[in-house]
């Protein structure tokens, strides 16, 4: 089992920044991807960033250029940087993470994006 814990999300106007952080606990061994989803009301969960063990990254189309993803394997965790926010930004921002064909979820961090 892995265990996800997710911080840093919050209210920003439209054109700020802000840095999530998520970390790992539990059975880590071997992760090989982790990343950001989120869900807008009414929407569907998408994807938003991954980064592979070997430190590939994988972005949509809406976020490439704005948001950095990074992961520091000694600390077991992953971030994501988020510049030049809009109000579409706004979602609740899960953290994944990818082992043994088992897909493991955080409880969420609301990021909302004043205009």
């Known amino acids: 089992q892995v265990q996800l814990v997710e911080s840093g999300g919050g209210l920003v106007q439209a054109g700020g920044s802000l840095r999530l952080s998520c970390a790992a606990s539990?059975?880590?061994?071997?992760?090989?991807?982790m990343g950001w989803y989120r869900q807008a009301p009414g929407k569907q969960r998408e994807l938003v960033a991954t980064i592979a063990s070997g430190g590939s990254t994988n972005y949509a189309d809406s976020v490439k250029g704005r948001f950095t993803i990074s992961r520091d394997n000694a600390k077991n965790t992953v971030y994501l940087q988020m510049n030049s926010l809009k109000p579409e930004d706004t979602a609740v921002y899960y953290c994944n993470a990818y082992q043994f064909s088992l897909n493991y979820w955080g409880q969420g961090t609301q990021v909302t994006v004043s205009s």
């Open positions: 539990g059975s880590i061994f071997r992760i090989s991807l």
